[in-house]
C-alpha cells in the first residue's frame, strides 16, 4: 500500500538542542512532500514542501527537511528548538495516481522543554 | 490566522438533529476540501471541492452531505450522525487541486455527538 508513515508517536528534545521528526514513505512514481504542524485547539498550518530541485527544503520558523530518495525519507529539522515548538507535526505526501490526494501520516508530538 | 474561518468553533447535537458546519476562505483560492480528524487517527479527507464542482468524496456516509455554493464558501451538512463521527471537522483551501499546491486549513469544527 502506498502511504507515508512516522515511526515516533512523540519526541522529546531539550531547548537549544537540534531536533529531528522523522517522516518515511511508501509510494511508487516521485512524491511531492510536506510537513504541516498544529497546535492545540488549531488547524494544520504549512511548512514546507519537497517537490524538486534541492533535497534540502527549508520553510517556516526556522524549520528544514531533507529528502532521501535512497532511504524514502523526508525528515524535519531544526537545528536549536524552542519550547514554542511544541506541537504535533504531520507529514504528508501527494500522488497524481491518487488523484492529488493528499495522504497524512498519524503525527508525532513533539515535546521541547526547558 | 490562515485566511480561512470555521464556524461555530464547537458544536454538540444529539442523533436526530439537522445542523451544518460551515468554512470561508479570504484567498481567493479555487479548491476548498472537507477533512476528519479523530484522536489516535490519521486525518481523512472527506470531500475535495475544485471551481466548486466535487472532485472527490471518499466513501462518506450520506448523512454526511457537502455544498460549495461559490469559491469562497463550503458548507457540511448533517444529519442523524452517529457518535463515532464526533471528530475535529477540518477545512482546508488550496490554490487549485493540484500536486504542488499547499493547502490552508481552518482552526476546526469540534463535534460532539450525544
Known amino acids: 500500500a502506498q502511504s507515508v508513515a512516522q515511526p515516533e508517536d512523540q519526541v522529546n528534545v531539550a531547548e537549544g538542542n537540534p531536533l529531528t521528526v522523522k517522516c518515511t514513505y511508501s509510494v511508487s512514481g516521485n512524491p511531492y512532500l510536506f510537513w504541516y504542524v498544529q497546535y492545540p485547539n488549531r488547524g494544520l498550518q504549512f511548512l514546507l514542501k519537497y517537490i524538486t530541485g534541492d533535497n534540502l527544503v527549508k520553510g517556516s520558523y526556522g524549520f528544514e527537511a531533507e529528502f532521501n530518495k535512497s532511504q524514502t525519507s523526508f525528515h524535519l529539522k531544526k537545528p536549536s528548538a524552542l519550547v514554542s515548538d511544541s506541537a504535533l507535526y504531520f507529514c504528508?505526501?501527494?500522488?497524481?495516481?491518487?488523484?492529488?490526494?493528499?495522504?497524512f501520516g498519524a503525527g508525532t508530538i513533539l515535546r521541547v522543554k526547558s | 490566522e490562515t485566511g480561512v474561518t470555521q464556524t461555530p468553533r464547537h458544536l454538540v447535537m444529539g442523533m436526530t438533529n439537522k445542523k451544518s458546519l460551515k468554512c470561508e476562505q479570504h484567498?481567493?483560492?479555487?479548491?476548498m476540501y472537507w477533512y476528519k480528524q479523530s484522536a489516535k487517527k490519521p486525518l481523512e479527507l472527506m470531500f475535495v471541492y475544485s471551481l466548486e464542482e466535487r472532485v472527490e468524496n471518499n466513501s462518506v456516509p450520506s448523512r454526511f452531505s457537502p455544498e460549495c455554493p461559490n469559491s469562497s464558501h463550503l458548507f457540511l451538512h448533517l444529519h442523524t450522525l452517529q457518535p463515532e463521527d464526533s471528530a475535529l471537522y477540518l477545512c482546508?483551501?488550496?490554490?487549485?487541486?493540484?500536486?504542488?499546491?499547499?493547502?490552508?486549513f481552518g482552526p476546526g469544527t469540534r463535534l460532539t455527538v450525544l
Open positions: 482546508a483551501s488550496s490554490q487549485g487541486p493540484g500536486r504542488a499546491d499547499e493547502q490552508f
Open positions: 504528508a505526501v501527494r500522488l497524481m495516481e491518487y488523484g492529488n490526494k493528499l495522504v
Open positions: 484567498l481567493g483560492h479555487n479548491a
